[in-house]
C-alpha cells in the first residue's frame, strides 16, 4: 500500500501508475532494460514517451506549446465568457422582453443546455478526426451567435413583441452554448495531447482558469459596458474580439491530437505493455506518407504513425483542418462512449466534484443579483457586476493556490511513495477544495440575509462567494487532472460526461432556484446546499484509498466493451450495407 493507497489483490500492473514522475534528485533509470527511454535533460523520463516523428506534439519546441496553449485559452475566455454574460443584467431583462426573474435567470440555463447537448456529438468528432476543427467551429458559431443576441432588441410595445424577442434571445443563447461546448469538453484533452506528465499541472490549471475564471471576470466588465453603452454591445464586443481572434486560431493552432504507437502512451497502458522496445517488424513504413497541401474535408484513411524519416509537415499542411483519422472506430460507437462509463465510480465522482459546486456558484450568482438589486441597496447594474469581483479575487486564489501545489505535491507524494505515481494524488487537491467550500458556502448561508436588514456589511457575503469559487475552481482543477492521469485513453469521454452533468444540473437548478427558495428560505435552502457539498467532498476519502482497485477493476473489465457497443453499431448499420464478398486475408 503507498501512502494510503491500495494495491489491487493479485498486485496486478495498473494503467496510470508509473515509476516515471519523481523528484529530479532521485535516481530514474531502472535498468539496461529502460535505456531506450527517453529523459529530460535532468534524467526524469517521460510519460508518455514520444515517438521519433517530427510532427508529434510531443516533440514540438515548449515556446509552441505553450503558444498554441495560450491561444487555445483566450479563446475559451471569450466563448465562456458568454456563459455568465447576462449575470449583471438580470433586472434590465425584467420588465423588458423577460417576464419574470425566472425567465432572466433562464436564459444563462439555455447556454448551458445547448453546450451540454452539443457536446455528446462534438467529442466522438474529435476521437475520429482530431479537435482542431471543432475549436475552429466552435468560434465561428460564437461570432456569429454574438452578433444576433446584440441585435435583440430590449424594447417592446406589445406583449406579444415581448415574446417573440425573448424567443429569439433564448435562441441565440442556445446556440451559444453550441459554440462554446468545444472549449469546455476539449481544452483539457488538447493539453494533455501536448505535455508530458510533470508539465500539465500548471497547464491544466492555465486552462481552467479560462474556462472558469472569464466566468467571474466577464460580469464585472458587463455591468459598465451595459450602463455605458447598452446591453447589447457586451456581446457586440465578444462577436468583435472572437473575429480578431479566429485567424490566429487558424495559423497558429495545428492539430493536437496524434496516432501514435501503443508502446509510446506510457499514462496509458500497463508498463509492461507499453514499455517494450521496437521490435523488428514493428515498422509502419506502409503509413508513413503525409498528405500534400491543405486538407478541407476529413478523409477515412487514419493518420500515418510516423518516425524518424516522416518529413516535418510545412506550414500549409499544419493548417489543415483534417489530417487523418485518429481511429477506427465507428462514430456511433464513439457517440455512445461517455455512458458507460457512468458505473465506473471514478467518473461518478468527477461529475458531483465539478458539477455540485458549478451549480451552487450559479445558484448563489441569481442569489447575488435578487438581493442587491433590491431594496435597500437599489445597486445599478454596474454595481452589480462590481459584486463579483470577490467571486473573481477567489477565483484567481484557487488558481493560483492550484498552480503551486499541483505538481510540487504530486512530486512529494511520489518521491514518499519510492519513486512510484499513483494518480490518486491528485486527488489530494480536495483538501484546499473542502476547506474553502465549506467556508464559502457556510458563510454566505448564514450571513446573505442578513444584507437587507443591515446586519452585516454587503462585502461579508461576497467575500465568501469568494471563498465558494476557490473551492470550486480547486475542485475541478483536481478532478480534471485526476481523469487525464488516471484514465488518459478516456479523458474526453470523462470530461463529456462532468459537462453533461454539470450543464443539465446546472439548468434544473436556474429553472427551480427561485421556488426553492420561496418554498424553504434563502437560509435553509443554503445550509442544506452546504452540507450536500461536504458529504460529495468526502467522497474523495474513498476515491483516493480505492482508486488503484478501481483502476484495475475496469482495465480488466472495460465497461464500453462490456456494453457491447460495436456490435450495435455493427447491427444498425446491417441494413444499409451492401452484401459484398469479404476480402482476402
Not at 529502460?34 to 515556446?63: E, Y
Request: hydrophobic share 50%; aromatic share 12%.
Amino acid at each position: 500500500m503507498g501512502l494510503g493507497v491500495l494495491e489491487p489483490k493479485n498486485n496486478e500492473k495498473v494503467p496510470g501508475t508509473t515509476r516515471y514522475y519523481d523528484d529530479p534528485d532521485r535516481p530514474r533509470m531502472a535498468g539496461e532494460h529502460d535505456a531506450h527511454l527517453k529523459t529530460t535533460v535532468g534524467g526524469l523520463i517521460l510519460t508518455p514517451q514520444p515517438s521519433d516523428d517530427p510532427n508529434d506534439p510531443l516533440n514540438w519546441s515548449i515556446r509552441r506549446r505553450d503558444l498554441i496553449t495560450f491561444l487555445l485559452c483566450w479563446a475559451g475566455i471569450l466563448a465562456t465568457s458568454l456563459g455568465s454574460i447576462l449575470a449583471a443584467n438580470t433586472f434590465i431583462l425584467i420588465g423588458t422582453i423577460a417576464l419574470t426573474i425566472t425567465d432572466a435567470v433562464v436564459l444563462t440555463g439555455y447556454v448551458l443546455a445547448g453546450a451540454g447537448g452539443a457536446v455528446i456529438f462534438f467529442v466522438p468528432s474529435a476521437r475520429v478526426y482530431g479537435k482542431r476543427h471543432l475549436f475552429l467551429l466552435g468560434l465561428i458559431i460564437v461570432v456569429a451567435t454574438s452578433a444576433w443576441a446584440g441585435s435583440v432588441p430590449l424594447e417592446a410595445d406589445t406583449p406579444e413583441d415581448a415574446k417573440r424577442h425573448f424567443r429569439s434571445m433564448a435562441g441565440a443563447r442556445a446556440i451559444q452554448g453550441v459554440g462554446l461546448a468545444p472549449f469546455e469538453s476539449l481544452l483539457n484533452a488538447a493539453i494533455g495531447d501536448m505535455y508530458f506528465v510533470h508539465e500539465r499541472g500548471v497547464r491544466m490549471a492555465f486552462a481552467n482558469m479560462a474556462v472558469f475564471g472569464s466566468a467571474f471576470f466577464t460580469p464585472i466588465v458587463v455591468g459598465k459596458i451595459t450602463e455605458s453603452l447598452g446591453l447589447g454591445w457586451t456581446f457586440y464586443f465578444v462577436a468583435i474580439f472572437s473575429a480578431a481572434t479566429l485567424p490566429a486560431i487558424f495559423m497558429f493552432c495545428p492539430e493536437t491530437a496524434y496516432r501514435r504507437e501503443a508502446r509510446f502512451n506510457t499514462d496509458i497502458y500497463t508498463e509492461e505493455d507499453a514499455l517494450q522496445p521496437p521490435s523488428s517488424g514493428s515498422s509502419q513504413t506502409n503509413e508513413k506518407e503525409l498528405p500534400s497541401g491543405f486538407r478541407l474535408l476529413p478523409t477515412n484513411k487514419a493518420q500515418p504513425c510516423g518516425d524518424a524519416n516522416t518529413p516535418k509537415k510545412t506550414w500549409i499542411q499544419s493548417m489543415s483542418l483534417f489530417d487523418g483519422r485518429k481511429t477506427y472506430d465507428p462514430y456511433l460507437t464513439l457517440l455512445l462512449r461517455p455512458f458507460p462509463l457512468l458505473i465506473n465510480p471514478a467518473f461518478i465522482w468527477a461529475c458531483l466534484i465539478q458539477g455540485t459546486m458549478i451549480a451552487w456558484t450559479i445558484f448563489m450568482g441569481a442569489l447575488v443579483a435578487s438581493i442587491f438589486k433590491g431594496p435597500p441597496l437599489f445597486w445599478e447594474t454596474a454595481m452589480s457586476g462590481y459584486g463579483y469581483t470577490g467571486a473573481f479575487v477567489g477565483a484567481l486564489l484557487g488558481f493560483v493556490l492550484c498552480g503551486l501545489l499541483a505538481d510540487f505535491s504530486v512530486r512529494l507524494m511520489t518521491g514518499y511513495n519510492n519513486g512510484v505515481y499513483e494518480p490518486e494524488f491528485r486527488i489530494l487537491l480536495i483538501i484546499p477544495m473542502l476547506i474553502a467550500s465549506g467556508i464559502g458556502l457556510f458563510g454566505f448561508a448564514l450571513t446573505v440575509t442578513d444584507v437587507a436588514p443591515r446586519k452585516v456589511d454587503v462585502i461579508v457575503p461576497l467575500v465568501f462567494f469568494g471563498f465558494e469559487v476557490a473551492g470550486m475552481i480547486i475542485g475541478a482543477v483536481a478532478s480534471s487532472l485526476y481523469i487525464v492521469d488516471a484514465y488518459r485513453d478516456l479523458a474526453i469521454e470523462g470530461f463529456t460526461l462532468t459537462i453533461l452533468f454539470k450543464n443539465f444540473f446546472s439548468f434544473v437548478v436556474t429553472y427551480y432556484a427561485l421556488d426553492w427558495l420561496i418554498a424553504g428560505g434563502i437560509r435553509r435552502v443554503l445550509v442544506i446546499i452546504s452540507i450536500v457539498q461536504i458529504v460529495v467532498c468526502l467522497l474523495s476519502i474513498p476515491m483516493y484509498v480505492f482508486g488503484k482497485r478501481n483502476r484495475a477493476f475496469f482495465h480488466r473489465h472495460d465497461p464500453i466493451a462490456m456494453c457491447r457497443l460495436k456490435e450495435l453499431d455493427a447491427f444498425l448499420r446491417k441494413p444499409f450495407r451492401k452484401s459484398n464478398p469479404a476480402p482476402a486475408q
